[in-house]
């Protein structure tokens, strides 16, 4: 009776008028109380019973006031919600449908109602998108409500890690439609090259082959032919099936699972570089000196034949005189090991030239027809992929010099090398430990590779791992720039059509240009949408890999089990490392590292722990843990050192 007396709410009114107040973000934490965080970095303490009326994510106005001799923030007027579109789990409470956002610091359930999809068809502990309708501290609303429009997954599905990553970014999660009758590429002038003995060099599984190779031996060195498939001869520019490979962008990669960009006909089939089958290609033959230097390449359209489909570890194994497996024959031979000559002439060019990338193994999962992960292998980069990354990153390196200088606009990847706002911070760090550069060489590519080159021959990877916070992002660009990251001037992919739209458009840009026709370039709009869907299809990829590792994790929790973590992250709340032994990203909570929390001290801007007040740890070192906890839930992996500072 008292909550509707209007003359009480005009006291509260008032009284709240005399109050400061103060604009922020809500912060929950896992125990029900939360803070808002002002853009000017304050904190303001919201009690449990506060936090009911909020979400993490919130944007609010809040009422600052004293309760209990204790100052604390009443959140009263809602900016911007932390919801909108969102992937939740479903909870029946005395039969009426409620939710509760997937976020580990979400708990709460939310009112709902279906709209598109039945309630009956719903039980406790299936996942759903959600949107939010009415939100508490909106005029005239006491409560959440929110509305169910989709199933994404029964709490039985097998694969619920998939079709929720993929369901909470809006992406699809099966092929594109096949439009079925595909009509034969239109005749244009094409080079016979079928007699030329290209190989292709993947995986035993591949099935989207998109790139072959061949070698012919030079006076001066080799030429290397690339031969890359051409999904543009089916495909126009603006039809349907191009329409959906843009919105699309990428192949989208998940862990034992993929999500092609083209129709799997198109891709797998009628485009792939299968064994003994004649296939149009766009195809490069690039100089390269015995030295490792590269001349101009030239580009042409042609139709190839694979001579042979070989598999990366049983051409490893063939070069490294190991295991049982031979070529065919000694045409396929001779390339191997031309292509294996070529490939170390080009390493040994870019260790000087340019920039090499440091060995770091892939972990791939093995998962079986019912999501489980049956084990974690370590994939290391042998001497078969460094053949096929050496010629693809020389086609990239070849195709951005021609359409910077033909064309003058492309899909081109570019990388700034150090971050200009924090160019003098690095600077700075590097010369505190022995490292000295000017700021004019930092931003030169010739002077950011010296520094790469510096840093590779440091004892540990400690200074190296602090740089990389203060590198600036790779990008995106229509138009030519260096890409310091890589060492080299330009680079623009084309190598993976099957894949990437952005390698497409690239095709479509050089084929322009062998024709001699009018060329139109990607515009701003396009770079900006493949730069969004790389990043979200990276993360998409980390998200999925995150909750099979606690899948798999989890029986390990308070064994003896000891892993290797590298250490990739200091801040005050803890370290994260990366186990060497499968890849997982866990995370060491300060409490765990000793008993005596006073005497430490975590630095993240020096990526260091220190132990009354002298270096105990820091990026990059090594530290063995045993798991702690793993809370599926939250998809993370909480472990503790096996020695703890004493």
């Given at each position: 009776?008292f909550?509707?007396?209007?003359?009480?709410?005009?006291?509260?009114?008032?009284?709240?008028?005399?109050?400061?107040?103060?604009?922020?973000q809500?912060?929950?934490?896992?125990?029900?109380?939360?803070?808002?965080?002002?853009?000017?970095?304050?904190?303001?303490?919201?009690?449990?019973?506060?936090?009911?009326?909020?979400?993490?994510?919130?944007?609010?106005s809040?009422?600052?006031r004293?309760e209990k001799?204790?100052?604390?923030?009443?959140p009263?007027?809602?900016l911007?919600?932390?919801?909108?579109?969102f992937?939740?789990?479903?909870?029946?409470?005395?039969?009426?449908l409620n939710?509760?956002?997937d976020?580990?610091?979400?708990?709460?359930?939310?009112r709902?109602?279906?709209?598109?999809?039945k309630?009956?068809?719903?039980?406790?502990?299936?996942?759903?998108?959600?949107?939010?309708?009415?939100?508490?501290?909106?005029?005239?609303?006491?409560?959440?409500?929110?509305?169910?429009?989709?199933?994404?997954?029964?709490?039985?599905?097998?694969?619920?890690?998939?079709?929720?990553?993929?369901?909470?970014?809006?992406?699809a999660k099966?092929?594109?439609?096949?439009?079925?009758?595909?009509?034969a590429?239109?005749?244009?002038?094409?080079?016979?090259?079928?007699?030329m003995?290209?190989?292709?060099?993947?995986?035993?599984?591949?099935?989207?082959?998109?790139?072959?190779?061949?070698?012919e031996?030079?006076?001066?060195?080799?030429?290397?032919?690339?031969?890359?498939?051409?999904?543009?001869?089916?495909?126009?520019?603006?039809?349907?099936?191009?329409?959906?490979?843009?919105k699309?962008?990428f192949?989208?990669?998940?862990?034992?699972?993929?999500?092609?960009?083209?129709?799997?006909?198109?891709?797998?089939?009628?485009?792939?570089?299968?064994?003994?089958?004649?296939?149009?290609?766009?195809?490069?033959?690039?100089?390269?000196?015995?030295?490792?230097?590269?001349?101009?390449?030239q580009?042409?359209?042609?139709n190839?034949?694979?001579?042979?489909?070989?598999?990366y570890?049983?051409?490893?194994?063939?070069?490294e005189?190991?295991?049982?497996?031979?070529?065919k024959?000694?045409?396929?031979?001779?390339?191997?090991?031309?292509l294996?000559?070529?490939?170390?002439?080009?390493?040994a060019?870019?260790?000087?030239h340019?920039?090499?990338?440091?060995?770091?193994?892939?972990?791939?999962?093995?998962?079986?027809?019912?999501?489980?992960?049956?084990?974690?292998?370590?994939?290391?980069?042998?001497?078969?992929?460094r053949?096929?990354?050496?010629?693809?990153?020389?086609?990239?390196?070849?195709?951005?010099?021609?359409?910077?200088?033909?064309?003058?606009?492309?899909?081109?990847?570019?990388?700034?090398?150090?971050d200009?706002?924090?160019?003098?911070?690095?600077r700075e760090?590097l010369?505190?430990?022995?490292?000295?550069?000017?700021?004019d060489?930092?931003?030169?590519?010739?002077g950011?590779?010296?520094?790469?080159?510096?840093?590779?021959?440091?004892?540990?990877?400690?200074?190296?791992?602090?740089?990389?916070?203060?590198?600036?992002f790779?990008?995106?660009?229509?138009?030519?720039?260096?890409h310091?990251?890589m060492?080299l001037?330009g680079y623009?992919?084309?190598?993976?059509?099957?894949?990437?739209?952005?390698?497409?458009?690239?095709?479509?840009?050089?084929?322009?240009?062998?024709?001699?026709?009018a060329?139109?370039?990607?515009?701003?709009?396009l770079?900006?949408?493949?730069?969004?869907?790389?990043k979200?299809?990276?993360?998409?990829?980390?998200?999925?890999g995150?909750?099979?590792?606690?899948?798999?994790?989890?029986?390990?929790?308070?064994?003896?089990?000891?892993?290797?973590?590298?250490?990739?992250?200091?801040?005050?709340?803890?370290?994260?490392?990366r186990?060497?032994?499968?890849?997982?990203?866990?995370?060491?909570?300060?409490?765990?590292?000793?008993?005596?929390?006073?005497r430490l001290t975590?630095?993240?801007?020096?990526?260091q722990?220190?132990?009354?007040?002298?270096?105990?740890?820091?990026?990059?070192?090594?530290l063995?843990?045993?798991?702690?906890?793993?809370?599926?839930?939250?998809?993370?992996?909480?472990?503790?050192?096996?020695?703890?500072?004493?």
């Amino acid at each position: 009776m008292f909550q509707d007396n209007p003359l009480l709410q005009q006291l509260k009114a008032q009284i709240r008028e005399t109050l400061p107040t103060v604009e922020g973000q809500i912060k929950a934490t896992e125990r029900g109380f939360g803070f808002l965080e002002t853009d000017k970095g304050d904190s303001h303490f919201i009690p449990p019973a506060y936090m009911k009326r909020v979400v993490h994510g919130d944007r609010v106005s809040a009422v600052l006031r004293t309760e209990k001799e204790k100052a604390v923030a009443e959140p009263d007027a809602l900016l911007e919600p932390g919801l909108g579109r969102f992937i939740a789990r479903v909870k029946f409470i005395r039969e009426r449908l409620n939710v509760i956002p997937d976020h580990p610091l979400m708990k709460e359930p939310l009112r709902a109602r279906c709209k598109g999809v039945k309630g009956s068809e719903l039980s406790n502990g299936d996942y759903v998108v959600a949107h939010l309708l009415k939100h508490p501290l909106q005029e005239g609303e006491q409560h959440f409500l929110v509305e169910v429009t989709q199933l994404v997954a029964a709490n039985d599905d097998p694969h619920i890690p998939w079709w929720v990553i993929l369901a909470k970014h809006d992406l699809a999660k099966a092929e594109p439609a096949d439009p079925q009758g595909w009509q034969a590429p239109a005749e244009v002038e094409r080079r016979d090259l079928t007699q030329m003995p290209f190989v292709t060099i993947d995986a035993e599984s591949t099935r989207d082959m998109d790139d072959a190779l061949c070698v012919e031996q030079t006076e001066h060195g080799w030429d290397l032919w690339v031969a890359i498939a051409d999904p543009t001869a089916y495909v126009s520019a603006g039809d349907e099936v191009d329409q959906e490979a843009r919105k699309r962008a990428f192949t989208q990669y998940l862990p034992g699972f993929n999500v092609p960009m083209l129709p799997r006909q198109l891709a797998d089939e009628l485009c792939s570089l299968h064994e003994g089958e004649i296939r149009p290609a766009l195809v490069a033959r690039i100089p390269v000196a015995a030295d490792g230097a590269a001349g101009e390449a030239q580009f042409c359209l042609a139709n190839i034949r694979s001579h042979a489909k070989l598999a990366y570890d049983k051409v490893s194994d063939y070069l490294e005189q190991q295991g049982a497996w031979r070529p065919k024959d000694a045409l396929i031979d001779g390339q191997i090991q031309a292509l294996h000559r070529l490939a170390l002439a080009r390493i040994a060019w870019r260790e000087q030239h340019a920039l090499v990338f440091p060995d770091r193994p892939d972990f791939r999962f093995e998962v079986d027809d019912a999501g489980n992960v049956l084990a974690i292998h370590v994939d290391h980069r042998r001497i078969a992929n460094r053949i096929v990354e050496e010629s693809m990153i020389l086609a990239n390196a070849s195709a951005a010099q021609l359409l910077a200088e033909r064309a003058g606009q492309g899909v081109f990847n570019v990388h700034a090398g150090l971050d200009s706002e924090r160019l003098e911070g690095a600077r700075e760090m590097l010369a505190e430990n022995g490292v000295t550069f000017t700021s004019d060489q930092l931003q030169t590519l010739e002077g950011y590779c010296q520094l790469r080159r510096a840093l590779d021959a440091q004892p540990d990877g400690y200074l190296d791992a602090r740089l990389r916070r203060m590198q600036a992002f790779s990008e995106m660009a229509a138009t030519p720039g260096p890409h310091f990251g890589m060492g080299l001037q330009g680079y623009a992919t084309w190598t993976s059509p099957i894949r990437k739209y952005g390698d497409m458009v690239n095709h479509r840009l050089l084929k322009a240009i062998i024709g001699g026709e009018a060329i139109e370039g990607p515009d701003a709009e396009l770079i900006d949408h493949l730069a969004a869907m790389r990043k979200l299809h990276r993360l998409c990829e980390r998200d999925v890999g995150d909750w099979l590792y606690a899948r798999f994790m989890a029986p390990l929790a308070g064994t003896p089990q000891r892993f290797t973590g590298e250490i990739i992250d200091i801040n005050r709340g803890g370290v994260r490392l990366r186990l060497k032994e499968n890849g997982a990203v866990v995370f060491m909570p300060a409490p765990f590292i000793t008993d005596h929390k006073p005497r430490l001290t975590l630095s993240a801007e020096k990526g260091q722990a220190l132990f009354d007040d002298q270096p105990a740890f820091r990026l990059a070192q090594e530290l063995e843990v045993t798991v702690n906890e793993v809370r599926v839930a939250s998809r993370s992996i909480v472990v503790q050192p096996v020695i703890k500072l004493d």
